[in-house]
């Protein structure tokens, strides 16, 4: 049976250097391609993020319905206060959201250029509501 290895996950932006500088910090991961229009991270435990240009990009207006969540990033974290302060730095910014259901406390923001993404200190095992 063929396998399909793990590839790379990759945001469309207006500027990938500019939003590569900011998950290359928040990650400590390193630059392992870059191109005219493409950047692409390796952070230490494997973790591959590419960042490509969109001259027409728009975010996703999570948590508003329109034009919602299409997809977001999910970080396990051991310190959410810590991991904000470094976030916020870095220019993210918290977005309002609903605590997941259960005991599990996780924390949304977005990037510079808007994508989504959360922080939790455990992975989740409930569905997602709503």
Not at 42 to 66: H, I, Q, V
Not at 75 to 96: H, Y
């Amino acid at each position: 049976m063929p396998t399909v290895p793990a590839g790379v996950v990759v945001l469309d932006c207006a500027e990938p250097e500019k939003l590569a500088e900011f998950y290359r910090e928040l990650l400590a991961a390193e630059v392992v391609d870059a191109q005219a229009n493409r950047v692409e991270l390796r952070a230490s435990d494997g973790f591959r993020l590419a960042l490509r240009r969109d001259t027409n990009a728009t975010a996703p207006s999570w948590p508003r319905p329109e034009n919602s969540l299409q997809a977001h990033l999910e970080f396990v974290v051991d310190d959410l206060d810590a991991v904000e302060r470094r976030i916020v730095g870095l220019g993210g910014r918290p977005v309002e959201t609903k605590d997941a259901a259960g005991p599990l406390e996780e924390r949304g923001y977005a990037d510079p250029a808007g994508h989504s993404f959360t922080v939790r200190c455990d992975v989740p095992v409930a569905p997602k509501l709503g």
